[in-house]
Each structure stands twice: as structure tokens, then as C-alpha cells.
């Protein structure tokens, strides 16, 4: 029997129960980027609005991974003979080839290929080396970055940064051997993970990320992209001061200062952008707080219940109004929110909620 283990998240980095090895390792990037954060929030009077312009299209970057990267980087490349299909109305193409596939969703900013990932004979293959690490994933993944060329595109003001690594393993627990919860961990991929800064502030959310998988030997073995073109534009937003933000973090989730009940873990600060599908609206000054909150039930005070939030908090004092964003929305229409966590947990800023079931676990490989 096997388990998939796949932490992607970035919060929170920990050495797993399962295994000697790190699942993650964060960057000395995104170390600063959290502490400079959490003692001074964004450390700017102003920002420019960012507008988020069309993506390549979705024909465009089927054909352009077809002539760039089809048998570039290692064997499990190969799209030339695929199968499409157009799903959800034309919203989404899928090319096709065994276990191999790319997805292509929208206007070609948010896309993902695997590339036989479960294939045994080359899980076979991985065991005979070690996994890869942070200083050699992160060269590898520039590489593969750098020849997506407009796929990834960025103005002469912005700048790839590098925000750390993650693995994903399987646990193999032989049939006879589960009750003594024996098992052996191998891992499957690695993972080098990249973000982006504006003028030297760095985007925070789900858009602006790029993660670049790749086997024990180095072959490139997965994409996840999720990256609009921006453009900086006239319009500025005055940025709250550190000590009217910390106001304003209190009053829509918790206090920065962590009590019995909620642990912050962290805040990042910086543009926040929500993903793909967002053309024409703008990324706007705001920071993510991510946080644990204890509980304990009424009819049974002796148990413990650890969820994980992220609120993401808007930190211009003129918010913009933008419909992916409960709290910006409001704010931008005069409301002023009452503490009401809304539970917007993202693949960057979420810390891993401690409890993590099979059945997340399942639906996290289908994402």
C-alpha cells in the first residue's frame, strides 16, 4: 500500500514524524521577506497599482511547450503526439499521452503538466539517488523558467525570486506490516518554487507563482504556473502606517500578538494577487496573515482542535474594489467588518493545518 505525502504549502516548513528529512525549506528570501514583514509590515508611504493584462492565450502556449520543452528535459517531455480535448465550454485544453499531461485553463496564464509522475520502473529509478536540494533546485528551476520565455513574462521592473523548495514522497507500508505502522519514505519529486517582485516588492496570494518539479536525476518532470503579465500604472494607493495596519489586522482576524487561543504564525506583506482569470482588475497593497486557532469542545474540554486561516488584509487606506476579495470589496464600499475570519487558505501563505486527514490528502493530489 501507498501513501502519497505532498506539502506544498509555504507557511509553515517542518521536519515531518515520518521521515529525517526536511519536507520543505523556505528560503533566506522568504525568511527576511516574513521577519521584515512582521516588524514593520510593508515599509511604504505609496504603491502604484498593478494591472493584470491577457495572458499568452491557450492555443498560444500549448504550441509554444510542444516546440520548447517536448523532449528538452528528459524523456517524460514528450506532447508532440497527444491527445487535446477542449473541456468546460473552451475554458480548458487538456493534451493527453498515458500518465503524461498538460491542462491549460483560460487565457494561458494558469497552466500544469505532469509528466508520468507514477510511472514504477522510473520510481524504481529514484531510489538508487538522493533527492535534490535547495542550492541545485533552485539552478535547475531558473533554467527551465528563463526558456518558457513569454510565458512567464516580466517588465524591466520586476524580478524572479526564489521562495524554497518542497517534496513530494510516497510511504510505502507493506500489507503485513500495517498494524506495526512500518514504512518506508522515497521521494517521488522535488520541487523549486518561484514568485516575483515589482519594484522591489514582492506578490504575495495564488497568481505570481511558478513551482518547477523535477525527478532525483534532474529531469524536469512537472509544471504549475500561475502568472499574468502586469503592467505598473499611474494610479497610487497611500499605505497605511505599520501601526494603523496592526489596527486594522486585529479588527478583521486576530491580533498580531498571539494568545491562548490563536498562534500567528506569520505576515507577508507586499501586492497581493489572486490568480489567473483576473484581466483588467489591479493588485493592490495588502498583507496575509497566517495563524492557528485552538478549540476546545464544551462536552469535551480534555481534546484539542488546531485549525489553520490566512486573512488576507488590505493595507492601502483607499482600498480598490476587487470581487475576488471579501475584504477589499467591503472596505472599498465604506463597511467596516467585524472580526469574521474568512478562511482564504492558500497554497503560499496557509500554514498546514496540523490534523491533516487522508481524505485532504486525496484531494490535494487532485488540484
Not at 69 to 87: E, I, P, V, W
Not at 261 to 289: E, F, I, P, T, W
Request: hydrophobic content about 40%.
Amino acid at each position: 500500500m501507498t501513501i502519497r505525502l505532498y506539502l506544498v504549502l509555504l507557511s509553515l516548513c517542518f521536519t515531518s514524524l515520518l521521515a529525517s528529512q526536511a519536507w520543505c525549506r523556505s528560503s533566506s528570501y522568504l525568511e527576511q521577506w516574513r521577519a521584515r514583514s512582521m516588524q514593520q509590515g510593508l515599509n511604504q508611504s505609496e504603491l502604484p497599482l498593478l494591472k493584470v493584462k491577457p495572458g499568452p492565450g491557450a492555443t498560444s502556449v500549448v504550441q509554444t511547450l510542444q516546440s520548447i520543452l517536448d523532449g528538452r528535459y528528459g524523456s517524460r517531455f514528450q506532447l508532440a503526439t497527444a491527445q487535446q480535448r477542449s473541456l468546460k465550454a473552451g475554458q480548458v485544453i487538456r493534451l493527453e499521452q498515458g500518465t503524461t499531461a498538460l491542462t491549460v485553463y483560460g487565457d494561458g496564464s494558469r497552466f500544469k503538466f505532469r509528466g508520468d509522475i507514477d510511472n514504477p520502473d522510473y520510481i524504481r529509478k529514484n531510489r538508487s539517488q538522493n533527492r535534490l536540494e535547495a542550492e541545485e533546485l533552485e539552478s535547475r528551476g531558473r533554467t527551465v523558467v528563463s526558456s518558457l520565455g513569454n510565458l512567464i513574462s516580466m517588465g524591466s521592473d520586476e524580478k524572479l525570486i526564489f521562495l524554497g523548495t518542497r517534496y513530494l514522497k510516497n510511504a510505502n507500508i507493506p500489507v503485513q506490516a500495517a498494524r506495526q505502522r512500518t514504512m518506508t519514505i522515497e521521494v517521488v519529486a522535488n520541487i523549486a518554487l518561484f514568485g516575483r517582485e515589482v519594484k522591489g516588492v514582492p506578490v504575495l496570494g495564488r497568481g505570481s507563482l511558478v513551482a518547477v518539479w523535477f525527478d532525483n536525476s534532474g529531469d524536469c518532470i512537472g509544471l504549475d504556473v500561475n502568472w499574468s503579465p502586469l503592467e505598473i500604472t499611474s494610479q497610487t494607493q497611500e499605505v497605511l502606517s505599520w501601526s494603523a495596519l496592526k489596527d486594522r489586522i486585529a479588527q478583521l482576524a486576530v491580533p498580531l500578538k498571539s494568545s491562548a487561543r490563536n498562534q500567528v504564525k506569520h505576515v507577508m506583506c507586499g501586492y497581493v494577487d489572486q490568480g489567473a482569470g483576473r484581466q483588467g482588475h489591479y493588485l493592490q497593497a495588502g498583507c496575509a496573515l497566517a495563524y492557528e486557532s485552538l478549540r476546545r469542545p464544551g462536552d469535551a474540554p480534555e481534546m484539542e482542535f488546531r485549525s489553520a486561516f490566512v486573512e488576507l488584509i488590505p493595507a492601502a487606506r483607499e482600498v480598490q474594489d476587487d470581487p475576488f476579495w471579501q475584504h477589499a470589496r467591503h472596505l472599498a464600499s465604506g463597511g467596516v467588518l467585524k472580526s469574521n475570519p474568512s478562511r482564504q487558505l492558500d497554497p503560499v501563505t496557509a500554514p498546514k493545518n496540523l490534523r491533516f486527514q487522508a481524505a485532504e490528502l486525496e484531494q490535494a493530489l487532485r488540484e
